[in-house]
């Protein structure tokens, strides 16, 4: 049981590059967010979703694309990446007892 | 919109004493709570929650406080250790949108 997992632990891209941030549960939870964390300040919740199939906007969704095509995987687009998305971002799984974090990936946009 | 804040962003407790971190929602709607402990270079990790149908729940050395009349949560470590030195974020969750929101964090500092 690996909890949650994310990949990668660290990116550098150009402004204008895409990437995909990886997250996966092995934990069969059906609620799943992303979160990006600047420094100095609390979570602020970037997409989420309630179960395959399913996904949300939550307070700052510009930017960012997500797509939820099976319980276990909740990937996190940037279409053309902004210095104003460097961060740490943080993808969770949310069981009914707890929410659990994944290590976090922290991007940074030049 | 709403949002779920802190009173104190740097609390300052010395080893053994008790430690007390605030947080004020003001989501009405909200039903549940969690407090989670971030230690530097590390995800959140949850330490305890509570509904919005309770007032006290209380864990190892936690305990967590709720108080709708005032919209008003606290945290509360018993016996503080070094190792609980982190930054304290309060999060709050509505049913009826399903969004989990954070406040922006307290740090602990626990000296000797």
């Known amino acids: 049981n690996a909890g949650v997992t994310q990949t990668p632990k660290f990116q550098v891209l150009k402004t204008g590059q895409s990437m995909t941030l990886q997250c996966a549960q092995d934990?069969?939870?059906?609620?799943m967010s992303w979160y990006r964390q600047d420094p100095g300040m609390g979570l602020r919740l970037i997409h989420y979703?309630?179960?395959?199939?399913?996904?949300d906007q939550g307070e700052v969704p510009n930017g960012y694309n997500v797509s939820r095509s099976t319980t276990e995987d909740f990937p996190l687009r940037l279409l053309s990446a902004a210095p104003s998305q460097t961060s740490v971002y943080f993808c969770?799984?949310?069981?009914?007892?707890?929410?659990?974090f994944g290590p976090g990936t922290r991007l940074t946009v030049l | 919109g709403e949002s779920v804040g802190l009173h104190l962003p740097t609390l300052s407790v010395q080893e053994g004493d008790n430690s007390i971190i605030n947080c004020a929602y003001s989501?009405?709607?909200?039903?549940?709570f969690i407090w989670y402990k971030q230690e530097s270079g590390k995800g959140p990790q949850f330490i305890i929650d509570?509904?919005?149908?309770?007032d006290k729940r209380q864990g190892q050395r936690v305990t967590v406080l709720l108080n709708k009349t005032v919209k008003h949560l606290s945290l509360q470590i018993a016996a503080t250790q070094p190792g609980d030195s982190a930054v304290y974020f309060c999060?709050?969750?509505?049913?009826?949108?399903?969004?989990?929101?954070f406040g922006t964090g307290t740090r602990l500092q626990v000296f000797p």
């Open positions: 509570i509904r919005s149908n309770m």
């Open positions: 934990m069969n939870h059906e609620y």
């Open positions: 979703s309630v179960g395959a199939g399913i996904t």
């Open positions: 969770a799984s949310t069981g009914q007892a707890e929410q659990f």
């Open positions: 999060a709050d969750l509505s049913y009826n949108t399903d969004k989990l929101i």
């Open positions: 989501n009405s709607a909200s039903d549940y």
